[in-house]
């Protein structure tokens, strides 16, 4: 884990703070279509393994996030309750039920695309770490994980624009983590069609509306959710000639307004919390972009710095006071501390 003296406090409260949320049902948020009475059912029977943290797709990344502490820390202080969190939450009997859930008609697009990927992100670390613990949870969910990869590439094969959005719904953040869990689990059609489609949407894209970005409500910014995307899809010549032209004047005073981190006004609110995340977010895109840029390249000390900015924001807020944040950050932080978008995604 990178920078274990310096963050070993930090990780220790955020896997604390995880490990309050994922089995917590209440407050919950459900995104669920009633179809009759008896669908009216509380959330641990409807979504058994991952029915905490306020809603579904914070569950699943709170697992995640749970997962890559504990594969990159065994011997931490969290570490037995890490384990005995995804031992109750990932068994054969609850993974069975999340598939009958998400396959029932009329759920074709739930959690799509932003918890499906997450769940793919899931799915990967279990199968990079290899454990024999990692390696029983990820036999009871690959059922749910092919689930989840078919149903991402059914929809991006029907998708004819990207979705420049700063919430849930951007696909270029989704791709860029689902590209990941098909490299790590061999399947190539998966990958081939994201990265075909990802040129499709953004190759021809230019002079990025960087004075667009904030908006009030984003944990992801679409223009660094775009970068971070292409940088995993093209050759890296091929990458420095595109973001030359997607953001052009990388050093002057319009990026830099716009890579000034963002301040949050009420952590207490759901959605004014995502600033925070945005934060967060942007701070491990910029790292991805940046590295992918070579080493005299005179944009990337730019970058790296406008990173750590982002970095030393979005690490203030966590852990924090309000379940508003408390419920997702600590996975936002945890992705960031541990480099896991970097280096092909890997433990490094």
């Given at each position: 884990?990178?920078?274990?003296?310096?963050?070993?406090?930090?990780?220790?409260?955020?896997?604390?703070?995880?490990?309050?949320?994922?089995?917590?049902?209440?407050?919950?948020?459900?995104?669920?279509?009633?179809?009759?009475?008896?669908?009216?059912?509380?959330?641990?029977?409807?979504?058994?393994?991952?029915?905490?943290?306020?809603?579904?797709?914070?569950?699943?990344?709170?697992?995640?996030?749970?997962?890559?502490?504990?594969?990159?820390?065994?011997?931490?202080?969290?570490?037995?309750?890490?384990?005995?969190?995804?031992?109750?939450?990932?068994?054969?009997?609850?993974?069975?039920a999340e598939v009958r859930y998400l396959g029932a008609a009329g759920r074709e697009?739930?959690?799509?695309?932003?918890?499906?990927?997450?769940?793919?992100?899931?799915?990967?670390?279990?199968?990079?770490?290899?454990?024999?613990?990692?390696?029983?949870?990820?036999?009871?969910?690959?059922?749910?994980?092919?689930?989840?990869?078919?149903?991402?590439?059914?929809?991006?094969?029907?998708?004819?624009?990207?979705?420049?959005?700063?919430?849930?719904?951007?696909?270029?953040?989704?791709?860029?983590?689902?590209?990941?869990?098909?490299?790590?689990?061999?399947?190539?059609?998966?990958?081939?069609?994201?990265?075909?489609?990802?040129?499709?949407?953004?190759?021809?894209?230019?002079?990025?509306?960087?004075?667009?970005?904030?908006?009030?409500?984003?944990?992801?910014?679409?223009?660094?959710?775009?970068?971070?995307?292409?940088?995993?899809?093209?050759?890296?010549?091929?990458?420095?000639?595109?973001?030359?032209?997607?953001?052009?004047?990388?050093?002057?005073?319009?990026?830099?307004?716009?890579?000034?981190?963002?301040?949050?006004?009420?952590?207490?609110?759901?959605?004014?919390?995502?600033?925070?995340?945005?934060?967060?977010?942007?701070?491990?895109?910029?790292?991805?972009?940046?590295?992918?840029?070579?080493?005299?390249?005179?944009?990337?000390?730019?970058?790296?710095?406008?990173?750590?900015?982002?970095?030393?924001?979005?690490?203030?807020?966590?852990?924090?006071?309000?379940?508003?944040?408390?419920?997702?950050?600590?996975?936002?932080?945890?992705?960031?501390?541990?480099?896991?978008?970097?280096?092909?995604?890997?433990?490094?």
């Open positions: 884990m990178p920078e274990p003296a310096a963050d070993r406090g930090r990780i220790e409260a955020i896997a604390g703070m995880v490990l309050e949320c994922v089995h917590r049902e209440y407050p919950n948020h459900l995104s669920h279509a009633l179809a009759g009475d008896h669908d009216a059912r509380p959330p641990r029977e409807l979504t058994p393994a991952f029915y905490g943290s306020y809603d579904w797709h914070s569950a699943v990344h709170g697992h995640w996030c749970l997962a890559r502490l504990l594969r990159l820390a065994p011997r931490a202080s969290f570490a037995v309750r890490a384990a005995a969190a995804l031992d109750r939450s990932l068994t054969p009997d609850h993974l069975a697009g739930f959690e799509r695309p932003y918890g499906l990927a997450w769940l793919l992100q899931l799915a990967a670390e279990l199968r990079e770490w290899g454990s024999p613990a990692a390696l029983r949870w990820h036999e009871a969910l690959q059922r749910l994980e092919a689930l989840a990869a078919l149903r991402l590439s059914g929809w991006l094969e029907r998708l004819a624009w990207p979705v420049r959005a700063g919430e849930h719904s951007q696909s270029a953040f989704a791709l860029g983590l689902a590209l990941d869990w098909a490299r790590t689990a061999g399947d190539d059609v998966l990958a081939a069609r994201i990265v075909a489609r990802a040129q499709a949407f953004h190759l021809a894209d230019g002079d990025a509306p960087i004075a667009y970005e904030p908006s009030g409500h984003d944990f992801l910014s679409p223009i660094l959710g775009e970068a971070d995307l292409m940088r995993r899809v093209l050759e890296p010549a091929r990458f420095r000639a595109w973001i030359a032209t997607f953001l052009p004047g990388i050093a002057g005073d319009a990026v830099a307004r716009w890579l000034t981190p963002v301040a949050v006004s009420d952590r207490a609110d759901g959605k004014l919390a995502h600033l925070d995340g945005l934060n967060l977010s942007r701070a491990w895109m910029l790292e991805g972009v940046a590295a992918a840029l070579s080493a005299d390249d005179p944009r990337r000390p730019v970058l790296q710095a406008a990173a750590a900015r982002h970095r030393a924001a979005g690490l203030e807020a966590v852990p924090g006071p309000h379940y508003a944040g408390r419920h997702w950050l600590g996975s936002f932080a945890v992705y960031l501390l541990t480099r896991r978008g970097l280096a092909g995604g890997g433990a490094g």
